[in-house]
């Protein structure tokens, strides 16, 4: 893509209100817009990551038998009653609306009920089952604070997966299944390294729920850590009783801040049974689904790969979600200069090669602003192409991640 | 992808407060689910589909300069107010709901009033026009009634093309290219036959705004058509006038039904004009932006594939969209059985030749309801795979739109 043609720009500042990190610079760079507190438009840029990011949670999904489907952001009042969720003293972020003759409606902050009541219509025996439908879409939480820019939105895209199982055998299979799957998510978008599960409330479902948490010091979660272990326990359950149920020693543990980018939960019954999904089994007998659910934040996963990977310069993407792999950067005058034909020539081979490239083709802008365009915006390489490089008949590569650049000849690249 | 891993089943009947004939088929068919009147869960056979359609308005999209993003639902009554747009007097279909500390919030209908607004941060100079954001994503408009199925949503997926130009010129430059872009969309998805350009009001921006109807018995809307012309009036503003302003005689008109799959506004600088997005002209003098506005109906366009394509029988998907391209069929007892393996050995060779392809391996299903399954769900060629073809050392391949079948060599497929 042409740098000319992109409508975003770069700014020097981020808006005097907005107080995260992740917004900052997603806002500097020209990836996202705030409409207001917890709603941000994804812009061009952003949204390149974005869905790369989605991608490979698809891909994740799918490989553990996921179907992705679009749910509805409205959701019907007598659903919800049915769990006792619809209350906002029970549920209290909820944003509620209604139709022209009266009745309320609420957007979906997360689709346990509808999902549940949507498949009695698909499932009625035990070869039905298992089933793992899952959907990316918005969802919308009315926080009374809204200042972690993606970190914590009112409206922010989320993968919701839900598993319908026969049994809590098959639901445990699944559910270490999905674990592998969620490892695999933060491993591919970069943030591996920094990302522990941790055992939280399982709320009236379960004993635990399982947090995926990235430490990050922007996050709004602490968390006591056993780095030997990889495992962690989030404070709202970190009592003597639960270490020693998870036989960890205290002084084995360090406090820690950190950012939940994702949760699964073992929700047992109690949608199946309080909604009425309930299957034949081998033995003609009706039983209630066993199931579970499991969260990621997309635009979150967005905003805590910012606050990891970014420098005093800007962003720093890891390549598998950059918007673009190469950044390739003309020094020249007028589209008659050598620098701009040879630019072009390496543009078009790289595009043919299936590569993405920003090209920042700009004429009108200083050396020094393009190169600090460059590592705000935070593609993986920078390529220039300048007069000085052409003398050496060579193009500057630089990583984004490293200081050093190099000079490769022209044809090498 | 097997039939068996899919959660979705066909169903014999359709919900019986389901009047239209797109949303019976689509939910028997297993492609939605009726959460509420006007809104309905995409599934996973329905997602193939609404993704291939949204990919078809995203390349066309793209080769006119479009920019993809992603705006937010929740909309400012601030920036509606600036445009007399806030008020349910003026317009009657908003959903709208609220913060905790008591502000309004919308839920966007259509967009023109935060990207205007937005714009102002990125549009200062003449150097930075023309630009062509858009946008797919759902809305949500508060129908008093929704008895059309997917052809009118109370929640729906939609694209939204704004265009920001210098003049008018420019603007009418674009303006034709969006005709044209908007004319391969339909052609491609499998509606160019039936689509025609009508002239309609341009509210309180234009003389006339221009709408793509395709004609439908299902449709909403009437017009009065000259074939001859290939252009037609929308009822709402078919008088004298206008035909004399059209240069079109009566008598070559005829009325039809028909349903608005796109429309393309021009704006003029009635909303940069109300929320002050100007420029710097070359002179140094301030100008306001001149806009347009470009919207199609991406659920609704799967709606009226429907109604255009289908007979007693169910989908006649055009291949451009249709789920899968091959449905293939196995009539065997086991796995065991040589036309289970011949069938996994093709549908190994599809997959890895790139195909897209549906392979229906259940063991427990009559050849009968598998014939008719393949018939309602609409994929565009059929291959069986039998004992009896085998004996033939051949496949059984017919097109979803013809009646008759041909015997094709294994090897040949």
Same mark, same amino acid.
């Given at each position: 893509?042409?740098?000319?043609?992109?409508?975003?720009?770069?700014?020097?500042?981020?808006?005097?209100?907005?107080?995260?990190?992740?917004?900052?610079?997603?806002?500097? *760079?020209?990836?996202?817009?705030?409409?207001?507190?917890? *709603?941000?438009?994804?812009?061009?840029?952003?949204?390149?990551?974005?869905?790369?990011?989605?991608?490979?949670?698809?891909?994740?999904?799918?490989?553990?038998?996921?179907?992705?489907?679009?749910?509805?952001?409205?959701?019907?009042?007598?659903?919800?009653?049915?769990?006792?969720?619809?209350?906002?003293?029970?549920?209290?972020?909820?944003?509620?609306?209604?139709?022209?003759?009266?009745?309320?409606?609420?957007?979906?902050?997360?689709?346990?009920?509808?999902?549940?009541?949507?498949?009695?219509?698909?499932?009625?025996?035990?070869?039905?089952?298992?089933?793992?439908?899952?959907?990316?879409?918005?969802?919308?939480?009315?926080?009374?604070?809204?200042?972690?820019?993606?970190?914590?939105?009112?409206?922010?895209?989320?993968?919701?997966?839900?598993?319908?199982?026969?049994?809590?055998?098959?639901?445990?299979?699944?559910?270490?299944? *999905?674990?592998?799957?969620?490892?695999?998510?933060?491993?591919?978008?970069?943030?591996?390294?920094?990302?522990?599960?941790?055992?939280?409330?399982?709320?009236?479902?379960?004993?635990?729920?399982?947090?995926?948490?990235?430490?990050?010091?922007?996050?709004?979660?602490?968390?006591?850590?056993?780095?030997?272990?990889?495992?962690?326990?989030?404070?709202?359950?970190?009592?003597?009783?639960?270490?020693?149920?998870?036989?960890?020693?205290?002084?084995?543990?360090?406090?820690?801040?950190?950012?939940?980018?994702?949760?699964?939960?073992?929700?047992?019954?109690?949608?199946?049974?309080?909604?009425?999904?309930?299957?034949?089994?081998?033995?003609?007998?009706?039983?209630?689904?066993?199931?579970?659910?499991?969260?990621?934040?997309?635009?979150?996963?967005?905003?805590?790969?910012?606050?990891?990977?970014?420098?005093?310069?800007?962003?720093?993407?890891?390549?598998?979600? *950059?918007?673009?792999?190469?950044?390739?950067?003309?020094?020249?005058?007028?589209?008659?200069?050598?620098?701009?034909?040879?630019?072009?020539?390496?543009?078009?081979?790289?595009?043919?090669?299936?590569?993405?490239?920003?090209?920042?083709?700009?004429?009108?802008?200083?050396?020094?602003?393009?190169?600090?365009?460059?590592?705000?915006?935070?593609?993986?390489?920078?390529?220039?192409?300048?007069?000085?490089?052409?003398?050496?008949?060579?193009?500057?590569?630089?990583?984004?991640?490293?200081?050093?650049?190099?000079?490769?000849?022209?044809?090498?690249?």
């Amino acid at each position: 893509m042409k740098y000319s043609k992109l409508f975003t720009k770069t700014l020097k500042e981020a808006p005097a209100d907005e107080l995260s990190k992740n917004a900052q610079l997603l806002i500097r *760079a020209g990836f996202i817009y705030k409409e207001m507190a917890g *709603a941000y438009v994804i812009l061009p840029l952003g949204l390149r990551v974005l869905n790369k990011i989605s991608d490979i949670v698809r891909e994740e999904m799918g490989a553990i038998g996921g179907e992705e489907l679009q749910s509805t952001a409205l959701q019907r009042k007598e659903v919800w009653e049915k769990t006792d969720r619809w209350s906002d003293e029970v549920v209290d972020n909820w944003f509620k609306t209604g139709l022209k003759n009266g009745s309320e409606l609420g957007l979906g902050f997360t689709h346990e009920e509808p999902m549940t009541d949507m498949m009695r219509s698909f499932i009625h025996s035990y070869k039905d089952l298992p089933a793992y439908p899952y959907d990316i879409r918005t969802v919308f939480r009315n926080e009374a604070r809204a200042k972690s820019g993606l970190m914590r939105g009112r409206e922010f895209f989320w993968k919701a997966m839900y598993s319908f199982s026969k049994d809590e055998a098959e639901h445990q299979e699944f559910y270490e299944k *999905a674990k592998t799957a969620y490892k695999n998510v933060f491993d591919r978008v970069g943030l591996g390294d920094k990302t522990y599960l941790a055992f939280a409330s399982g709320g009236t479902f379960s004993k635990y729920s399982h947090e995926f948490q990235t430490l990050c010091e922007a996050g709004e979660d602490t968390i006591y850590l056993s780095k030997e272990n990889g495992i962690a326990v989030n404070k709202e359950v970190y009592n003597d009783d639960v270490l020693d149920d998870l036989k960890l020693e205290k002084s084995e543990l360090v406090e820690e801040k950190a950012v939940e980018v994702g949760n699964i939960f073992s929700l047992g019954t109690k949608f199946s049974g309080s909604l009425g999904l309930t299957y034949n089994d081998e033995h003609g007998l009706d039983k209630e689904v066993v199931m579970g659910s499991y969260g990621i934040g997309i635009s979150r996963l967005l905003g805590v790969i910012v606050e990891v990977h970014s420098d005093m310069r800007g962003l720093v993407w890891p390549e598998s979600v *950059a918007p673009f792999k190469y950044h390739l950067v003309t020094i020249a005058q007028s589209e008659d200069d050598e620098s701009y034909k040879k630019s072009e020539e390496l543009y078009n081979k790289l595009i043919e090669r299936g590569e993405e490239v920003l090209w920042d083709d700009r004429m009108d802008v200083r050396p020094g602003e393009k190169f600090a365009d460059a590592d705000l915006i935070g593609c993986s390489i920078r390529i220039v192409v300048s007069p000085k490089t052409l003398g050496e008949d060579s193009v500057e590569v630089k990583l984004r991640s490293e200081e050093e650049s190099k000079l490769v000849k022209f044809e090498e690249v």
